[in-house]
């Protein structure tokens, strides 16, 4: 496989798979992250599931390309569904939404049961990510945030734990912001937030020149809160 064809979001995501894993890549698309982990010998094996018939087949046509069929199993179904109960012991998924990752695991959870370590990736919805996590026994270990093309990344690892650990100070912002992106206070966190005050102050500006109703005006005030935090964090 050509490397270069792996973009900097995905080899970061590859960084936390865990030394002899067995991978399941779940919305694998292409199956570069698979492949990747397994050529690199980081995975011992891996699954590729797919729900959608298209990236199946490119999937498909991927691992047979890097003659990597006996290790890397690419399989057609909805979510962690692609998996047998105890098979995968790290599971990445990423450029999904918070919604629909936590979604995933949520009704695979019968699937987690050998699983070491939880790589994920949203695009957007990080902080449902990390209260599912919360929720569900999993301790968050790491987080980073990159930028690539544009576009804003934030990658969540977590493994079985203390799930309470990463919010001993301030559980609200560090779910929304991350306990540890907070701490790190990389210059693309602060972008990232200083972008959502701004777009949030639209939002608002918007409403101000349409008649308020009681939905509207909770929203406002919502939107407010949310840019009075932003502002504590990045100390503004």
């Not at 050509?2 to 698309?29: C, F, P, W």
């Not at 544009?150 to 919010?167: D, M, N, V």
Request: a negative charge; aromatic letters at 6%; hydrophobic letters at 40%.
């Amino acid at each position: 496989m050509n490397h270069e064809k792996l973009s900097m979001r995905l080899e970061r995501v590859a960084t936390y798979i865990q030394q002899g894993s067995v991978l399941a890549d779940i919305g694998s698309d292409h199956a570069y992250l698979p492949c990747y982990a397994v050529q690199k010998g980081i995975s011992v094996k891996a699954i590729a599931g797919e729900v959608v018939e298209g990236p199946f087949q490119s999937a498909k046509k991927q691992v047979k390309l890097t003659e990597l069929e006996d290790p890397i199993d690419v399989r057609l179904g909805n979510g962690l569904d692609v998996l047998l109960p105890n098979e995968a012991t790290c599971i990445t998924i990423a450029g999904m939404g918070g919604l629909l990752i936590s979604s995933i695991l949520e009704n695979g959870k019968d699937k987690l049961g050998a699983v070491k370590r939880l790589v994920l990736q949203p695009n957007v919805g990080s902080n449902i990510v990390r209260k599912w996590l919360l929720e569900n026994d999993w301790e968050l270990v790491n987080e980073e945030i990159l930028e690539e093309d544009g576009k804003i990344y934030e990658i969540l690892i977590a493994e079985r734990g203390i799930p309470t650990k990463p919010y001993a100070n301030d559980a609200e912002s560090a779910l929304l912001f991350g306990p540890f992106l907070m701490a790190q206070r990389h210059e693309v966190f602060l972008k990232k937030w200083q972008l959502e005050k701004e777009h949030w102050q639209r939002i608002i500006q918007e409403m101000d020149v349409k008649s308020q109703n009681a939905a509207t005006s909770s929203k406002r005030q919502e939107l407010i809160n949310q840019i009075q935090q932003v502002e504590v964090v990045l100390g503004i």
